[in-house]
């Protein structure tokens, strides 16, 4: 079946099998390996993308499904010159990846809620925690990843991120 997907701004058509995972064509269809295959099963969430501008686990995606759609996956993250976005950076400082499997799903899943929330109430970290429900991390144990989000939002607004100590964060930071 021919299919057209717009990925990271590009518009990309093929032939594909009713039965091919979206998670199949971006890695071994369109070489973009930043999307992990980690469980298959949708348990695990190293597979998120953006389809349309909301999370997704694309191992549990049809290609055909999303025909016509937009889908941004972490090649399509950093900015135009190369640099990593807000929360790819706010997650470097406070070391929010370790082995980074889990990491670009993370990313993916996690810039939908700073999306959702900018210009508003910054999320609290219970709410963090919940978004993070559909993400699997055997590093970090998602203390400095709900660290990363907090900053991430507070650069949006200019604050300095709730839990950050002058040592770990000042304003000319954020």
């Known amino acids: ?9 590009r518009p990309e058509q ?17 070489g973009l390996t930043g999307t992990k295959v980690g469980c298959d099963t949708g348990q ?3 597979c998120v993308v953006r389809l349309d501008g909301r999370s997704v686990k694309s191992c549990l995606v049809l290609t055909a499904s999303a025909a016509g759609a937009e889908i941004t996956t972490i090649e399509g993250v950093t900015t135009r010159g190369g640099e990593l976005s807000g929360l790819q950076e706010a997650l470097r400082q406070e070391h929010g990846t370790q082995c980074g499997f889990c990491t670009p799903g993370m990313v993916m899943a996690l810039g ?11 999320p609290t970290e219970p709410e963090i925690r919940e978004w993070l429900t559909g993400n699997l991390c055997r590093c ?18 200019d604050e300095v991120p709730a839990g950050t100590t ?7 930071e954020v």
């Open 140 to 157: 970090t144990g998602y203390h400095s990843v709900v660290r990363g989000v907090q900053r991430a939002c507070a650069a949006g607004r």
């Open 166 to 172: 002058a040592t770990t964060a000042s304003a000319s």
């Open 1 to 9: 079946m021919d299919i057209t997907l717009n990925v990271n701004g």
């Open 14 to 30: 093929f032939s594909a099998p009713p039965n091919e995972l979206l998670v199949e064509r971006l890695r071994d269809g369109l």
């Open 44 to 46: 695990c969430g190293s």
């Open 112 to 122: 939908e809620l700073v999306d959702a929330t900018a210009g508003g109430p910054a």
